[in-house]
């Protein structure tokens, strides 16, 4: 069963914006924390930015001042608005949330952001 769907990312030049999406099944639980996680090719899954129920925030020290997460509870859905893009943010995107009742924590396919030139 396909618990998150992540969508918008692509190819942009460095300087740019993009703004990733991702949907969540009913399953998966609007009273948890949700975020974003990355992995660039040669390196472990690092952290983004997550962001509580009630719109608490943390994030990576490498995005910080340039991406901005958000949510709509009503829509399940998390939104990562990414500007001042740079080639080291290159990398796959990865929404992350927690399931309604057993708590278990699932992670969406993926989506591909290139940042170049």
């Known amino acids: ?56 925030t943390n994030y990576g020290d490498s995005v910080k001042g340039r991406f901005t997460i958000s949510r709509d509870n009503a829509k399940n859905t998390v939104y990562l608005q990414m500007n001042s893009l740079k080639p080291e943010d290159t990398a796959v995107y990865y929404c992350n949330g927690r399931l309604k009742y057993t708590n278990l924590e699932v992670w969406g396919q993926g989506t591909l952001v290139t940042v170049s030139s």
């Open 1 to 56: 069963q396909v618990y998150l769907v992540e969508s918008g990312g692509g190819l942009v030049q460095p300087a740019g914006s993009l703004r990733l999406s991702c949907a969540a099944s009913r399953s998966v639980s609007s009273a948890n924390a949700m975020g974003w996680y990355r992995q660039a090719p040669g390196k472990e899954r690092e952290l983004v930015a997550t962001i509580t129920s009630s719109s608490s």
